[in-house]
């Protein structure tokens, strides 16, 4: 019981890593139509700002609130994140909307830029970031210890979830995205700036794979391929819950995460990464816009 109760507390904890990376994919991949295979390196971008702010925090701030730097981190991964990401979107994304064969190539060239980039300012070899000293111990439930580190993940991930959702249906920048999911001709001709609709977006969701960065370096060392090793995942959580959803898209991150996690305990790492993406396919048979798709609105000839 004590090992199963790990093994589903790792689980949820991959799956809110998967949450915070997803969200914003599944907003824009609905949005756009554009399968931005450079995701993944916001992850990235949204680590190496926490690495540089705790640096920041060591050299110019006393001891004392070093702790501190991790709420910087969070907000700055976000902030830094989203711009790259707005500043990507204005030079080239906006040129590849509902074009998903070309968007796929030009942002899989992007990734390789970013990752190149990356190379070349922190170096190749990974480099670590060391949580706060409040992170450090873990929640004792009798014989089962919980991580501070993975449960502090976990509520900025619900936390994200949380703010999306009051973002997207209880805002009227939510209604406009919403309106310009389904029926793009309609909501412009309603008089919504859909170009800045798409950018804002496309910016937000990648301050939210910032976020995502941010968090994972606290319970690994990152590199410059640090978002290939869940570009992949990511996508499969918003493919099988249905792009545009949110509710499909927590629904997906916790598929793929706790899946993932039980498939490996009753395996291998190998053999349980086979078996989910088998349960994808299959699902994908039978509902192949995913689980909780959007609906468009569109006019009938």
């Known amino acids: 019981m004590e090992t199963l109760i790990t093994q589903l507390f790792n689980g949820i904890s991959v799956s809110s890593i998967l949450l915070l990376a997803a969200l914003g994919l599944a907003i824009t991949f609905g949005l756009m139509g554009i399968i931005n295979m450079a995701h993944g390196e916001f992850i990235m971008i949204g680590a190496y700002t926490t690495y540089v702010v705790q640096n920041l925090f060591r050299a110019y701030l006393p001891d004392k609130i070093f702790g501190l730097y991790s709420i910087a981190a969070l907000i700055l991964s ?18 590849l909307y509902g074009k998903a064969a070309d968007s796929l190539l030009v942002t899989w060239g992007v990734s390789l830029i970013l990752q190149q980039l990356a190379r070349s300012i922190f170096g190749a070899p990974n480099v670590a970031v060391d949580a706060p000293a409040f992170l ?8 089962i210890n ?7 993940i976990l509520i900025i991930a619900i936390g994200a979830l949380i703010l999306v959702y009051i973002l997207m249906y209880h ?29 804002l977006t496309f910016s937000m969701g990648c301050g939210l794979a910032g976020l995502a960065g941010c968090t994972l370096t606290w319970i690994g060392s990152i590199g410059p391929t640090l978002g290939t090793n869940y570009i ?8 099988v819950g249905g792009a545009g959803s949110i509710v499909g898209t927590v629904f997906g991150a916790a598929f793929i995460g706790i899946g993932g996690t039980a498939f490996e305990f009753i395996s291998n790492a190998s053999i349980g990464k086979v078996l989910i993406f088998a349960c994808v396919i299959i699902l994908l048979q ?9 609906k468009g609105r569109e006019l009938e000839d």
């Open 78 to 95: 976000f902030l830094v994140a989203a711009l790259f990401g707005l500043v990507l979107e204005k030079l080239i994304v906006r040129r």
């Open 136 to 143: 450090e111990n873990s929640l004792k439930l009798g014989t």
């Open 146 to 152: 919980l991580p501070y580190k993975r449960l502090f």
């Open 171 to 199: 805002t009227r920048y939510g209604r406009n995205i919403r309106a310009v999911m389904q029926n793009r001709d309609m909501a412009a001709g309603l008089g919504v700036n859909t170009k800045r609709v798409d950018a």
């Open 232 to 239: 992949v995942d990511t996508f499969m959580c918003v493919v």
């Open 286 to 294: 039978f509902r192949p816009k995913g689980i909780f798709a959007v």
